[in-house]
């Protein structure tokens, strides 16, 4: 199973954007999907976006349409999350999470430790 | 966007109990259904797929049920290490997530 290791906390200030990295131990040919949930201090998941990397395919949630930008840098392994105008409400911890399939077919998932992002001024 | 509705909010049971989850969509999923696992300050962790395909490493005392609206997760006779959060999310649109039930040690 492929282990994810993200960028570190980030403090932004209203306004401005924050890209997040999620780096994969190994490349994976049976890589499905990189998803992105974020998790709101005290509350439940929030699913943002997928990036397909077979067709570079992007889907994002209707909420973060025209702000957020999800990409995959595949000569590095890392999947990235870039999200502008942030506003307070967007503090919130960020996870990556990707699809895969194992040697035995079988459907496995692997996510990233979670990125704490902060937006206060 | 299909919205996910769990019960109960809170599930307070005892170790060796059996316990069961409940997720119901707005609309039918088929079984594009998954279940997750989280405990404070980690991520969460994939226990079903496919509303009844238990996923790598995860216990047989973990089982899902259901298909189309209604679906649940059981877990036979809880260990100490299964009080956490769970969710499901539904992949059948663009995913959603429900809003979560706590299980607690009574």
């Known amino acids: 199973q492929v282990h994810l290791v993200q960028s570190g906390a980030e403090v932004k200030k209203p306004g401005a954007s924050v890209k997040v990295s999620c780096k994969a131990s190994?490349?994976?040919?049976?890589?499905?999907?990189v998803h992105w949930v974020r998790q709101a201090p005290g509350k439940g998941l929030e699913w943002m976006g997928l990036?397909?990397?077979?067709?570079?395919?992007?889907i994002y949630a209707q909420k973060f349409q025209g702000r957020v930008t999800m990409t995959e840098d595949t000569s590095t392994n890392t999947a990235y999350m870039e999200l502008s105008s942030l506003r307070s409400e967007d503090t919130a911890v960020y996870y990556c999470?990707?699809?895969?399939?194992?040697?035995?077919?079988?459907?496995?998932?692997?996510w990233g430790q979670g990125t704490l992002v902060t937006v206060s001024s | 966007e299909i919205v996910l509705t769990q019960s109960p909010a809170t599930l307070s049971l005892s170790p060796g109990e059996r316990a069961t989850l409940s997720c119901r969509a707005s609309?039918?999923?088929?079984?594009?259904l998954q279940w997750y696992q989280q405990k404070p300050g980690q991520a969460p962790r994939l226990l079903i797929y496919?509303?009844?395909k238990r996923a790598t490493g995860i216990p047989a005392r973990f089982s899902g049920s259901g298909s189309g609206t209604d679906f649940t997760l059981t877990i036979s006779s809880l260990e100490p290490e299964d009080f956490a959060v769970y969710y499901c999310?539904?992949?059948?649109?663009?995913?959603?997530f429900g809003q979560g039930t706590k299980l607690e040690i009574k």
């Open positions: 496919d509303a009844s």
């Open positions: 990036f397909d990397p077979e067709d570079g395919e992007t």
């Open positions: 999310q539904q992949r059948s649109n663009w995913p959603t």
């Open positions: 190994e490349y994976s040919r049976t890589e499905l999907s």
């Open positions: 609309e039918s999923v088929s079984s594009h």
């Open positions: 999470s990707k699809d895969g399939v194992d040697s035995g077919g079988y459907f496995v998932q692997s």
